[in-house]
C-alpha cells in the first residue's frame, strides 16, 4: 500500500513544481501532504496512523527532514555550506562592479582577427567569470548585452552566437568555485557513509566475516577535493567549446568570420589588456591557488574571494581618478608584508619567546591593519555609490536563504521517500538491472539528464544524489570515488541550463536578446553544445584520472598526506617498490656489503637482529617475486570466476530476500492464534509453503561446480594475501632491525654525558635523605629512558628507586641495584664506541637504500617522487568485487 502513497508523493511534487510553485515550498507541502494522506488513509482503514509506512510512522517521518537537516548542517564539524553565502557575494559583488563587461569588450578585441574570434572570446570571458562569478544568470546576461549584438552586427550565425553564449554562461556550474559543487560536496560526505555501511552489509554477506578490512571502505569526499576535481573537466569542457568554434569556422566561414580590431595593439593596448586580465586571474589564483595549496580551507578561501571581489569593485566602480587604485594598491602591499612576516618570523603569539620573534609580530599587525584599512576604504566606496554593498548584500541574503530552504525541502521530501520504501524500490531496481555498475550508472545518468530538461541544478543534487549516490558508491565491481561521482554528476546538471523547454541559460538569454533572433534559432544553437557537454561527460567516464589525479595529488604532496602505511596504499606502494628494485641494482648490492659488516664488536642481541633484518631483506625481495606471480594467477582465474561469481551473489541475494519475507511472515502466523482467524492463517501458512518451495528452488539453480570453481579461486587469492603479508613482514623487519641498531649507536654521546651524573649517584643515596635520593634517582631514570639502548641501566636504576621507595626505605638494596646499573654502563660503554665507529657508515648507507624501496612503508610520509607515483596510480578505479 505504501507503494500507492510514493506514487502519490511524486505526483504531487511533480504537479507543483510543473505549475510553477516555489520549488522551497513544493518539496517540503508535498512530502507533509502525502504523510498526512498516509497516517489519515491508515487510521481509516486499518486502525493504525503506521500502517501504511515502510517503517516507523508519521511523527517519524515528519520530523525526520528536520532532525537530518540540523544533525548534518548545525555541527561544527560539517561547515562546508559556509562557503555558499561568501561565494555567492563574490560572484554578485564581481557582476555587479562590470567586470564582466570589460572582459568581454577587452578580449573580443584580442581575439577577434581569429576566425571564430568573437566566440572564442565569449568561451574564454565565460570560464574566467566562472572562476570568479559562477552565477550564470548575470553571466549570460551580460554576454548577451554586450557579445551578442557584436556577434549578429558582424554576421555571425545566430544559432552560433546564442548557443556560445548560453554554454559559456553555464560553465561556472563546473569550474570552482561553484556552488553545485558545493552542494554535492554536502551530499555526497552523507552518501559516503551510508555506502560504507552497505558495503560493510555486503562484505559480511558475501564472505562471513564480521570486519571488512579497510582497504575494501568508501572514501569521503570534501568541497576542496570537488573543487580540485572538477578543474581539469572543466578545462577539458573550455577546450572543446573552442575547437568546435573553430572548426565551425574554418567549415563555414562566412558564420563566424574574423574581425579585425580598428585601433593598434601597442603598449597602450597591451597595458588596457593587463589591467583587464590581471586582477580576476590573480583572485582566481588566491581563491583556488590556497585551496589547492592546502594553505586555505573552502570556506577560508570563499572569505579571501569576497574580500578581492569587494577590492576590485571598490576601483572600478568610481570614476577614475588620482586615487582610484590607492585602496587595491594598499591591499596589495599589505598581502607581501603580511607574506614576508610569515616567511621570515615565528607568528605565533603564544610561541614568541624572542625580540625578533615580537618583531615578526609588529610587522604581521601592519600588514593587518593595512588589509584591513583597504577593505574599509574599498567597502565604504561600494557603499556610498549607488548603494551597491546594500544591494549586493541583499542578493546574497536572497540567494543564500533560498538555497538552505530548498535543502530543508529537500532533506524532507528524501524523508518522506524513505518512508514509503522509495529508497529501497529504487535500490532494488538498480541491483535488479543486468549487466552490473555501468548499466545502473547509465540509467542515472540519464535520469538525471532527463530531469534536467524540467528542474533545477540544487532540486536535482538534493533529492536525486542522496537516493541513488549511496547505491553506486557501495558497488565494489566499480569502486569508484565519490569526488568522481560528484563530477560526473556536475557535468550532467550542467546540461540542465541549456535543455529546452527549462533551461534556465535560454530564459536568460531570451529576455536580452534582440527580437531578430527567434528562439527556434536558439535552441538549435545549444544543441552542438549539449552534444559537447555529454562528450566531456563521456571522456571523464572513460579516465577517471582526470577526476582523481589533482585531488590525490594535492594530498599526497600536503603536510597530512596519508602515511606509506595506509592499507588503501599497499598495491600501489609495492607496484613502486618493484619498479625501484627493476630499473636498478643498489638494493641487492647494499644488502650484500651489509651482510659483509663485522657484528662481532656488537651484543648478541643486536647482532642477531642486525643479521634477521638483512635476512628479511633478502627474503622480502624474492617474495615481492612472489606476490606479482601470485597476482597474475588471480588475475588469470578471475575472467572465468567472476561471470559465476556474479550469478551466484544475485541467487544468494534472492534467497536471503525471499528467507527475510518466510520469517516476516512466520512471525505473523505465529500471532493468529484466535479461531476466527483460522482462514486468514490456512492463507499464511499456505504462501509461506510457497515461499520455502521457492527458496529450495533457488538453492537448485546454484551451480553443481560453484564450491569447487570458489574453493579454487580462495586457494589463489590466499595465496596472494599470504604472499603480500610475507613480503610487507619481512620488508618491514629489513628497515626497522638495522634502523634501531643504528639509533642505538647515534646515542653514544647522549649516553655517555650521563657518565657522571651516574657516578655521582652513589654519594647522593649515601648521605641525602630517602626522599631527595628518590627524586634524584627517578629523574636520572628519566633520562636514561630517553638514551636508544639503555634498557638495562634504566632497568637497575628503576629497581633502586623502588628500593628507596615507600615506609621503610632500603637503602643498602638501593646501593647494591645501582652497582649492577654502573656495571650495566660499563659494559655498555665497552662496544658503543668501537661498534658506532666499525658500522655506524655502513648501516647509514643501507639504510639510505633501502629508505625508498623496501623500508618504504616504515617512513613517515612520502617524498615527492613517491607522492606524485601514488597520485597517479590511486587515480584508476580498482575493482574489488572479487572480495565479495
Not at 199 to 210: F, I, P, Q
Not at 391 to 404: D, I, N, Q, R, Y
Not at 726 to 740: H, I, K, L, M, Q
Not at 809 to 821: G, S
Request: charged share 15%; proline share 5%.
Amino acid at each position: 500500500m505504501e507503494l500507492y502513497f510514493l506514487a502519490l508523493l511524486i505526483l504531487i511534487m511533480a504537479t507543483a513544481l510543473g505549475s510553477g510553485y516555489p520549488v522551497a515550498f513544493a518539496l517540503p507541502g508535498a512530502a507533509i501532504l502525502s504523510i498526512g494522506a498516509a497516517a489519515g488513509a491508515g487510521y481509516l482503514f486499518a486502525g493504525s496512523t503506521d500502517a501504511f509506512f515502510h517503517s516507523g510512522g508519521p511523527q517519524q517521518w515528519l520530523s525526520a527532514g528536520v532532525t537530518n537537516l540540523r544533525g548534518v548542517y548545525w555541527e561544527v564539524e560539517r561547515d562546508t555550506l559556509i562557503a555558499i553565502p561568501l561565494f555567492i557575494f563574490m560572484g554578485i559583488m564581481l557582476q555587479r562592479s562590470k567586470i564582466a563587461e570589460d572582459l568581454l569588450v577587452t578580449m573580443a578585441q584580442l581575439f577577434g582577427p581569429v576566425p571564430g574570434g568573437l566566440g572564442i572570446s565569449v568561451v574564454f570571458v565565460g570560464a574566467l567569470l566562472a572562476a570568479t562569478t559562477g552565477i550564470v544568470g548575470a553571466t549570460v546576461v551580460a554576454m548577451g548585452l554586450i557579445s551578442l549584438p557584436a556577434m549578429l552586427r558582424n554576421k555571425y550565425s545566430p544559432s552560433l552566437a546564442t548557443g556560445t553564449i548560453a554554454a559559456s554562461g553555464t560553465l561556472g556550474q563546473i569550474i570552482p568555485p561553484s556552488i553545485v559543487l558545493i552542494i554535492l560536496a554536502d551530499q555526497l560526505a552523507s552518501a559516503t557513509d551510508q555506502a560504507s555501511t552497505m558495503r560493510k552489509a555486503l562484505h559480511k554477506e558475501a564472505t562471513g566475516e564480521l570486519s571488512m578490512p579497510s582497504a575494501f571502505d568508501v572514501a569521503s569526499t570534501s568541497a576542496g577535493e570537488m573543487f580540485l576535481g572538477a578543474f581539469i573537466p572543466g578545462m577539458v569542457l573550455v577546450g572543446l567549446y573552442m575547437a568546435y568554434i573553430l572548426i565551425y569556422a574554418f567549415i563555414r566561414p562566412k558564420a563566424a568570420p574574423a574581425i579585425h580590431y580598428g585601433g593598434k595593439f601597442d603598449m597602450l593596448f597591451w597595458r588596457k589588456v593587463a589591467l583587464t586580465l590581471v586582477p580576476p586571474l590573480a583572485l582566481i589564483f588566491l581563491v583556488l591557488g590556497s585551496i589547492i595549496s592546502g594553505i586555505a580551507t573552502v570556506n577560508q578561501a570563499g572569505a579571501i574571494g569576497a574580500a578581492g571581489a569587494l577590492i576590485m569593485a571598490g576601483y572600478r566602480l568610481p570614476k577614475p581618478g588620482k586615487t582610484t587604485y590607492f585602496p587595491a594598491i594598499l591591499a596589495i602591499l599589505s598581502l607581501g608584508l603580511l607574506t614576508f612576516a610569515l616567511s621570515n618570523y615565528e607568528m605565533n603569539l603564544k610561541a614568541a619567546d624572542t625580540a625578533r620573534d615580537i618583531v615578526g609580530i609588529r610587522v604581521g599587525l601592519v600588514g593587518s591593519a593595512m588589509l584591513l584599512a583597504s577593505l574599509v576604504w574599498s567597502g565604504w566606496r561600494v557603499f556610498r555609490i549607488e548603494e551597491t554593498l546594500n544591494g549586493v548584500m541583499l542578493e546574497t541574503a536572497k540567494t543564500t536563504s533560498l538555497v538552505f530552504i530548498i535543502l530543508l525541502g529537500a532533506a524532507m521530501l528524501t524523508a518522506a521517500f524513505r518512508a514509503f520504501g522509495g529508497e529501497d524500490l529504487v535500490r532494488d531496481f538498480l541491483n535488479s538491472l543486468p549487466g552490473g555498475f555501468w548499466t545502473q550508472f547509465v540509467i542515472v545518468m540519464g535520469v538525471i539528464f532527463i530531469l534536467g530538461f524540467f528542474l533545477d541544478f540544487i532540486e536535482i543534487a538534493v533529492v536525486v544524489v542522496p537516493i541513488v549516490a549511496p547505491i553506486l558508491l557501495a558497488d565494489p565491481s566499480a569502486n569508484i570515488t565519490a569526488v568522481w561521482l560528484g563530477v560526473m554528476i556536475g557535468l550532467n546538471i550542467q546540461t540542465s541550463f541549456l535543455t529546452p523547454p527549462f533551461g534556465f541559460a535560454l530564459f536568460y538569454l531570451r529576455g536580452v536578446a534582440p527580437a531578430v533572433v527567434k528562439t527556434l534559432q536558439m535552441y538549435k544553437g545549444v544543441v552542438p553544445f549539449i552534444l559537447l557537454q555529454l562528450l566531456a561527460l563521456g571522456i571523464v567516464g572513460a579516465y577517471p584520472p582526470l577526476v582523481n589525479y589533482l585531488p590525490n595529488r594535492v594530498s599526497f604532496l600536503s603536510e597530512t598526506s596519508p602515511p606509506p602505511r595506509n592499507p588503501k596504499l599497499q598495491q600501489c606502494v609495492e607496484e613502486y617498490v618493484a619498479g625501484e628494485l627493476a630499473s636498478n641494482n643498489t638494493v641487492l648490492d647494499a644488502i650484500t656489503t651489509a651482510r659483509a659488516l663485522d657484528l662481532s664488536l656488537l651484543p648478541d642481541d643486536l647482532a642477531d637482529g642486525l643479521r634477521d633484518g638483512f635476512t628479511a631483506a633478502t627474503t622480502a625481495v624474492s617474495e615481492l617475486d612472489a606476490v606479482f606471480a601470485a597476482e597474475t594467477a588471480v588475475a588469470g582465474a578471475a575472467d572465468d570466476y567472476r561471470p559465476q561469481l556474479r550469478i551466484v551473489r544475485r541467487i544468494e541475494k534472492n534467497i536471503r530476500q525471499t528467507e527475510e519475507q518466510a520469517k516476516e511472515l512466520s512471525v505473523l502466523i505465529g500471532r493468529m492464534r484466535d479461531a476466527s482467524q483460522a482462514e486468514a492463517r490456512a492463507e499464511m501458512e499456505s504462501e509461506l509453503a510457497g515461499l520455502e518451495a521457492e527458496i529450495e528452488r533457488l538453492r537448485g539453480t546454484i551451480p553443481q561446480s560453484w564450491e569447487g570453481v570458489y574453493a579454487n579461486f580462495s586457494e589463489l587469492t590466499s595465496a596472494e594475501n599470504k604472499a603480500r603479508s610475507t613480503y610487507r613482514r619481512n620488508a618491514d623487519t629489513s628497515f626497522v632491525g638495522p634502523a634501531e641498531v643504528l639509533a642505538v649507536l647515534g646515542s653514544n654521546d647522549a649516553f655517555a654525558t650521563l657518565e657522571t651524573p651516574l657516578r655521582e649517584m652513589r654519594t647522593k643515596i649515601e648521605i641525602l635523605p630517602e626522599g631527595e635520593a628518590l627524586a634524584l634517582v627517578e629523574a636520572l631514570e628519566k633520562q636514561f629512558r630517553n638514551v636508544e639502548g639503555a634498557g638495562d641501566v634504566k632497568k637497575w636504576l628503576g629497581k633502586a628507586r623502588r628500593a628507596l621507595k615507600g615506609n621503610s626505605p632500603d637503602r643498602e638494596k638501593a646501593l647494591d641495584e645501582y652497582e649492577k646499573a654502573v656495571a650495566a654502563y660499563e659494559e655498555q660503554a665497552a662496544w658503543r664506541g668501537p661498534a658506532a665507529a666499525e658500522l655506524s657508515s655502513g648501516l647509514n648507507a643501507y639504510l639510505d637504500t633501502l629508505r625508498g624501496t623496501l623500508g618504504l612503508r616504515m617512513q613517515q610520509r612520502f617524498n615527492r617522487d613517491q607522492a606524485l607515483y601514488m597520485a597517479r596510480c590511486n587515480a584508476d578505479h580498482r575493482d574489488i568485487s572479487l572480495h565479495f
